[in-house]
Every structure is written in C-alpha cells, then in structure tokens.
C-alpha cells in the first residue's frame, strides 16, 4: 500500500516537472528562433531599425541586423566585410555581382534567419546558417544571370589561396563558366556557401521560403516564413518531450515495481 502511493507520488512528480519543463523549453526556443541576428563577424547583437541602410540592403531598413557600415560595404569589391575578391576568374558581371550583393545583403542584414542558425567551430564565427530553403525563383535568376561569369571553384568557403590578403584561384584550378562549374541552379545556391542555402520546391510569396529579394515598400516577407518553420521546429520538441516522458514512467516502473 505505502509503495503504491510512493509509485503514484513519483509518477506525479515526474508528469509535473516534464510538462513545466516542455513548456519552458517551447518558450525558450521561440524567443531565439524569431527576430533574432546570429553571433558572425559583422551582425549586430539585437536586430533593430537601420533608416539609411545602403541601395541593395534598403528592403531590411525596418529591422535589421546590418550596421548601415556594413550594408555599405556589401556593395564593395574586396569590402572589409571579408575581403572578398568576386572578380578571382576576370571581371564578374554586373548583371551576376547583384545576386552576391543580395546575398551578402540577406546574410547580414536579415532578423529571419533564426530557424537555421548553427553553432560552428570557426575562428571568425561562432554561429552559420545551414539549410536555410531559398526560393526556387530567386536561385534559378541568380543562376541564370550568372551563366556570362566565370570561376574556379564551386564551394567558395574553403580551399582558396588567401597569401596576398584576398583569395585567388589555387593551383591546379582552371577558370570555367559558371554554368559548368555548377550545372544547376541547385547545385550554384546549395554548395557556394557549404549548404548555407538549400534551395526550395516553394515558390516566392508561398511563405515557406526565404526570399533574397522583395520589395521595401512592401513588409518583409520573410518573417511569416520564420514564424512558420519555428513553429514547425518547437512542434517537433513537443514530441520529443512527450517521448522522453513516456520513457521516464516506464523505467520509473520498471524500478519500482
Ligand atoms: C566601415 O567600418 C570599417 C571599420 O571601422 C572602416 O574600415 C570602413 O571604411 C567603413 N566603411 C564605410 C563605408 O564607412
Ligand atoms: C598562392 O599564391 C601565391 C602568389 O600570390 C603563390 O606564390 C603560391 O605558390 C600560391 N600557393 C598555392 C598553394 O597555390
Ligand atoms: C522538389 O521537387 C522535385 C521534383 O518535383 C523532387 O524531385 C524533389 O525531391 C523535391 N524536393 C523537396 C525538398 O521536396
């Protein structure tokens, strides 16, 4: 008898604190997933309103986590943002240079990135993007404006020859157009930045895709699409709280029993 009612006390005890702890967990994740700048080189801590962010970065002016500094220097050749040398195979057009600049723009500037912020292990950073699903039609123009340029290399993070300060094309790389070093839209979105991007089957204004581009007349389109996959990701934490708790009063009965 005086077991028994041991057993329930616990099993309470235990139901009690894994909902207050789910619930607390939920909260937690919310709160950093949405409206959030990731720990990098040049973002702000807090994203906020940037009035007089420069040209290409202008659509973030409302909320942002770009310094107008650094929205500045996106739109430079071998800016001090990371001494980037776009121009490593000749001269890159200005028609593809856009869609970097865009890149660099959204990168920097965007408060909607939360769902796909990682820890990394770099000197530099200490959180990256992975997997975040850009729009189909954004990679597909980047792609198809690019296809005049040339490079060396398909994965621009790694493997370049920095020894004069900026990066040149290693040994043993020959200079190709674009569209044969990436043969696909994907391939160019997906694998530039180490799976920075993993390019959507959604379209733009589906509001389940990030969008590189949008209008800054218009609300930002992208913070509904941050709302959704946080939702999605801190619905998935429910259940595995719920599993957790399920196995925890097994092993409890288990024990005691
Ligand atoms: C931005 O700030 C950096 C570092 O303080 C400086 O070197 C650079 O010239 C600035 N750029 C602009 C456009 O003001
Ligand atoms: C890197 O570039 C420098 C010239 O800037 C060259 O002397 C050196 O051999 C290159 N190193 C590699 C590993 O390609
Ligand atoms: C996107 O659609 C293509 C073709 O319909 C399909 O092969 C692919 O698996 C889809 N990708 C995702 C992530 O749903």
């Not at 975040?132 to 005049?148: F, G, I, M």
Request: glycine share 4%; with cysteine.
């Amino acid at each position: 008898m005086a077991q028994q009612m041991t057993i329930q006390l616990l099993l309470l005890l235990v139901g009690v604190a894994a909902v207050v702890g789910t619930r607390d967990r939920t909260h937690r994740a919310r709160t950093e997933l949405l409206n959030v700048c990731m720990d990098a080189k040049h973002h702000k801590e807090k994203p906020g309103p940037e009035d007089n962010l420069h040209r290409q970065c202008s659509p973030w002016k409302k909320n942002a986590c770009c310094s107008v500094n650094t929205s500045q220097e996106a739109h430079k050749d071998n800016s001090y943002l990371y001494n980037f040398n776009w121009d490593h195979c000749g001269m890159m057009q200005p028609i593809c240079k856009q869609h970097f600049i865009q890149d660099t723009c959204l990168y920097e500037c965007s408060p909607n990135l939360g769902p796909w912020i990682q820890q990394v292990d770099q000197s530099w950073r200490k959180e990256r993007v992975l997997n975040v699903p850009l729009c189909k039609e954004d990679c597909e123009h980047w792609w198809e404006d690019c296809r005049t340029s040339y490079t060396c290399k398909s994965n621009w993070h790694k493997g370049w020859n920095w020894t004069s300060g900026t990066n040149h094309c290693p040994v043993k790389t020959t200079c190709r157009p674009f569209h044969i070093v990436f043969p696909t839209p994907a391939a160019l979105c997906n694998e530039i930045w180490s799976h920075s991007y993993e390019v959507s089957n959604y379209s733009r204004g589906s509001g389940r895709c990030i969008q590189m581009w949008f209008d800054p007349n218009q609300d930002n389109p992208n913070e509904k699409v941050a709302r959704f996959y946080a939702a999605a990701m801190s619905g998935a934490g429910l259940h595995g709280a719920w599993a957790s708790l399920f196995s925890l009063t097994l092993m409890l009965l288990l024990l005691l029993c």
